[in-house]
């Protein structure tokens, strides 16, 4: 059996928010409508996938039950939807893939699901839908991923038995280990900033180099806005007036960044709020398909999906995982690092992003030319679809062949992707 080429035609995200910032009283489903219906609208050959609000939806379907056999929405152009998120214990919960589609007023005969893969969820979501592709059992995939992180919820955890006299205490789902099994080594369950400064010690990255590097994602993410690399890639989110993302800091330095106090260390630490990504709201979302998907969207395909990887190792090591997996996706497509022309790194911290750029001994003027998350921001769930995305347009606008997107991933994991520019073959 011959396997389907899997390209990526379309993407596009919101602006990230800071956490308590101008996207934090959106709800997350409606950032993944909106950014559903924005690569819908889009579409040249979806233009029948006309908006409906979703009760317009439901009374129209009311009073027509459905038969077996048949199409409760036709025509249906999409397979399917696939989203990631990394919380599910809010506004996000009840699968966020379905509720987006729903929201969205797609076809109710569009099925959509959630994965979660942490940090890596709406890459994964890629990666799903293009074996969905490869095996012939989907033309058109649309795939994201959400986070409001300022909306993640307090939890309680429930008691051993009802009415309990104790006080409990509850846990903040926004980010990191909550609800900790007691069987878990705890070497493992260390904060990520810790995780951090063990990754940077064991590496010898210095705290210098860190600043350098958070410096210049904000600098470049400032300059790819204002050379408008970013018009076509983001979608302002109705009822707010934030049309750029919300934690650029284009006047940092390494001087200015020199200043901040560390975090995760009082002592012999290096790792602060301006060298590690911000928490952050947003969502984003891609057209992933075959050769014929291009007929059924009316869209000509950016680039392949030549190869993709996930790989893991120590919980408390998270940061390094990217390395193998961005290796391993390289085999698979038959190439090298010296073939890669472009890299789109999530930047969860400077110093893992420098360990990882470090072990793959690549060039680091090809990472993140367009600015990384420490300036952008890393709404969890919504990060993997924006580093694809960017990706994608990155080597249309240079005509370079070969990319890499990857992510460093909580508990251990990183995951990555592989691109190629169909129009450099």
Not at 78 to 99: K, L, P, Q, T, Y
Not at 281 to 305: M, W, Y
Not at 392 to 409: N, S
Request: glycine share 10%; charged share 20%; proline share 5%.
């Amino acid at each position: 059996m011959s396997l389907t080429d899997a390209y990526v035609f379309d993407a596009v995200r919101t602006p990230f928010g800071k956490i308590g910032g101008k996207l934090a009283g959106v709800r997350p489903d409606d950032m993944a409508a909106h950014v559903v219906r924005a690569l819908v609208d889009r579409a040249p050959g979806l233009e029948g996938l006309r908006a409906e609000s979703a009760q317009a939806v439901a009374d129209a379907a009311a009073g027509h039950p459905i038969e077996a056999g048949t199409d409760a929405a036709a025509p249906q152009k999409i397979d399917d939807v696939v989203f990631g998120n990394a919380n599910g214990a809010g506004e996000e919960n009840r699968n966020v893939g379905r509720m987006a589609t729903l929201l969205a007023g797609l076809p109710l005969s569009i099925p959509g699901t959630t994965v979660n893969r942490l940090c890596g969820s709406s890459l994964d979501a890629a990666i799903i839908a293009s074996r969905q592709i490869n095996t012939g059992e989907a033309d058109v995939v649309l795939v994201g991923g959400v986070e409001s992180m300022s909306r993640a919820p307090w939890v309680l955890p429930k008691t051993s038995r009802p009415f309990p006299m104790h006080n409990l205490e509850a846990a903040n789902t926004t980010l990191g280990w909550r609800l900790i099994n007691d069987a878990m080594p705890s070497q493992w369950t260390v904060s990520l900033g810790e995780a951090t400064e063990q990754l940077r010690e064991r590496f010898d990255v210095s705290r210098e180099r860190q600043d350098e590097f958070a410096a210049r994602s904000h600098q470049l993410t400032a300059k790819a806005w204002d050379e408008g690399r970013y018009d076509d890639l983001v979608t302002v989110v109705p009822g707010t007036d934030l049309e750029r993302d919300e934690t650029v800091r284009p006047d940092s330095t390494p001087e200015t960044l020199a200043g901040l106090r560390t975090v995760f260390r009082k002592e012999n630490g290096t790792v602060t709020a301006g060298n590690a990504s911000p928490m952050n709201d947003g969502a984003s979302a891609a057209f992933l398909g075959s050769e014929k998907g291009a007929e059924v969207l009316g869209l000509p395909p950016i680039a392949r999906i030549a190869g993709r990887a996930t790989a893991a190792n120590e919980p408390n090591f998270f940061g390094y995982a990217p390395v193998e997996a961005a290796n391993v996706a390289l085999r698979r497509a038959g190439i090298t690092w010296k073939d890669v022309a472009a890299v789109e790194l999530n930047e969860a911290f400077a110093a893992q992003s420098l360990v990882c750029v470090d072990a793959w001994g690549v060039d680091p003027e090809i990472v993140n030319a367009w600015g990384g998350a420490i300036a952008i921001g890393h709404p969890l769930g919504a990060s993997g679809t924006r580093v694809l995305g960017t990706l994608a347009r990155r080597l249309q606008a240079t005509g370079e062949r070969w990319g890499v997107a990857a992510l460093c991933i909580g508990v251990g994991q990183g995951i990555a992707v592989v691109l190629e520019n169909v129009d450099a073959r």
